[in-house]
Nanobody, 124 residues
Framework: QVQLVESGGGLVQAGDSLRLSCAAS????????MGWFREVPGKEYEYVAA????????YYADFVKGRFTISRDNVNNTVSLQMSSLQPNDTAVYYC?????????????????WGQGTQVTVSS
């Protein structure tokens, strides 16, 4: 079992940066791939980024490449999402997720554990 708690969301202006964190408790965090997804009311969950269990590989949705950076600390059991050049259409609830999929880290159903989400609001 893995419990995930996100933090770091808030209200920022367009062009600002924000760093989201996800703290994991439970067993074997370093064996889980981690992902960030976001949800806008009335829309499907949207894949944002993912990182392999070791942290050596990072993957991004096309719309965040060059703006967001995912990282993890397997000693302190955290995964982070550094977001820069935020735009109003980045407004969403951001969720971190943990899973052990052999492939398909961009797909929501590949993850077993989810946090409660943190709200990010970007004003224009």
């Amino acid at each position: 079992q893995v419990q995930l708690v996100e933090s770091g969301g808030g209200l920022v202006q367009a062009g600002d940066s924000l760093r989201l964190s996800c703290a994991a408790s439970g067993s074997a965090f370093s064996t889980y791939s981690m992902g960030w997804f976001r949800e806008v009311p009335g829309k499907e969950y949207e894949y944002v980024a993912a990182i392999s269990a070791s942290g050596r590989s990072q993957y991004y949705a096309d719309f965040v490449k060059g703006r967001f950076t995912i990282s993890r600390d397997n000693v302190n059991n955290t995964v982070s999402l550094q977001m820069s050049s935020l735009q109003p259409n980045d407004t969403a609830v951001y969720y971190c997720a943990a899973g052990r999929p052999p492939y398909g880290l961009a797909y929501r159903d590949r993850y077993d554990y989810w946090g409660q989400g943190t709200q990010v609001t970007v004003s224009s």
